[in-house]
């Protein structure tokens, strides 16, 4: 059987996301690993922007520190819908998902996503 010691479950808060995370926990509570849930506000789709509509919208998107708290109690709300039991760290970060999925695989040593 494959060693698998960290179990990284990105959700997006779908319903699709709490089916995920009931697998996840089933797969950590079999392999006794420690589990991750993350969810990433993505970047501004202005960020980058070098017009000034673009640069409006863009200090109208929420910075991490304002929605951190209420993503972190949507977590929770998500962790308790899925009945996950095992002891989760929660991880909210701003970025493109992918790109902090690769680099949370790498900082945590991820075996599974």
């Known amino acids: 059987m494959p060693q698998i010691k960290t179990i990284l479950a990105p959700v997006d808060f779908s319903e699709r996301a709490v089916h995920a995370l009931e697998h996840a ?5 079999l ?7 993350a969810h990433f506000l993505p970047p501004s789709p202005y ?3 070098a017009f000034d509509e673009g640069l409006f919208a863009a200090t ?11 993503l972190l109690a949507r977590l929770d709300e998500l962790i308790d819908t899925a ?7 929660k991880i909210v ?5 992918v790109t902090q999925i690769e680099e949370l695989i790498e900082q ?3 075996d599974l996503v």
């Open 25 to 29: 926990h089933s797969l950590c509570k």
């Open 31 to 37: 392999f006794e690993a420690r589990i991750f849930v």
């Open 47 to 49: 960020e980058f922007a």
């Open 60 to 70: 109208a998107w929420p910075e991490l520190g304002e929605v951190r708290e209420k």
């Open 83 to 89: 009945h996950v039991a095992a002891a989760v760290e």
């Open 93 to 97: 970060q701003r970025g493109d998902p």
């Open 108 to 110: 945590k040593q991820i």
